[in-house]
């Protein structure tokens, strides 16, 4: 149940673009459609941006978006926003029957 | 309103006990799996646990095997997490989580409970 591996930090200016990426095994990632992202402010609970691989809950913002290639699922924010920083968060199901989570990225809009 | 509500946490010192409680509010509290997930000062998050709707299959992390367990009450729309054994590592913000619908991920979280493992 090793942390799936995201990278510690991304930054991008307003009106970019910037992919987070989250790299598991075919034990997680890789084996199943259940990939979830989650955007958390300090201070906050978490909150869900993206739901199996790159379904939106309604009320979340187009300019989130997801994917997944082999073992890597990415988010992709586009037209950075000042209140986008903040930690990100992908999850995986697992063929344990268990969660897990990565290990979280800070997004820091310059 | 969807709700869910965390109580229970505090100070207990390494090798207690403490029992954190969720109460949910606004949904079909039977109809879903429901989760723990942890959050240590400063760290990631981390999943601890989760239960089937009707009780009978739960899963848990390798970490706290052994030492948690997770519950819940249907007829109470209550859901728990019995630690025993507690570690320093065990100091976090528990927060109880809602799948949306029959899938897998977190749309409903609580504000969290703060465990403490410190004499």
């Known amino acids: 149940q090793s942390a799936l591996t995201q990278p510690a930090s991304v930054s991008g200016s307003p009106g970019q673009s910037i992919t987070i990426s989250c790299t598991g095994t075919s034990s997680d990632v890789g084996g199943y459609n259940y990939v979830s992202w989650y955007q958390q402010h300090p201070g906050k609970a978490p909150k869900l941006l993206i739901y199996d691989v790159n379904n939106r809950p309604s009320g979340i913002s187009n300019r989130f978006s997801g994917s997944k290639s082999g073992n890597t699922a990415s988010l992709t924010i586009s037209g950075l926003q000042a209140e986008d920083e903040a930690d990100y968060y992908c999850c995986s199901y697992t063929s344990s029957g268990t969660l897990v989570f990565g290990g979280g990225t800070k997004l820091t809009v310059l | ?119």
Not at chain 2, 25 to 40: C, D, E, H, L, P
Not at chain 2, 66 to 89: C, H, P, V, W
């Open chain 2, 1 to 119: 309103e969807v709700q869910l509500v965390e109580s229970g946490g505090g100070l207990v010192q390494p090798g207690g006990s403490l029992r954190v409680s969720c109460a949910a509010s606004g949904f079909t509290f039977s109809s879903y799996w429901m989760n723990w997930v942890r959050q240590a000062p400063g760290k990631g998050l981390e999943w601890v646990a989760n239960i089937k709707p009707d009780g009978r299959e739960k899963h848990y992390v390798d970490s706290v095997k052994g030492r948690f367990t997770i519950s819940r009450d249907n007829d109470k729309n209550s859901l728990y997490l019995q630690m025993s054994s507690l570690r320093a590592e065990d100091t976090a913000v528990y927060y109880c989580a809602r799948p949306p619908g029959g899938n897998v991920a977190f749309d409903i979280w609580g504000q969290g409970t703060m465990v403490t493992v410190s004499s």
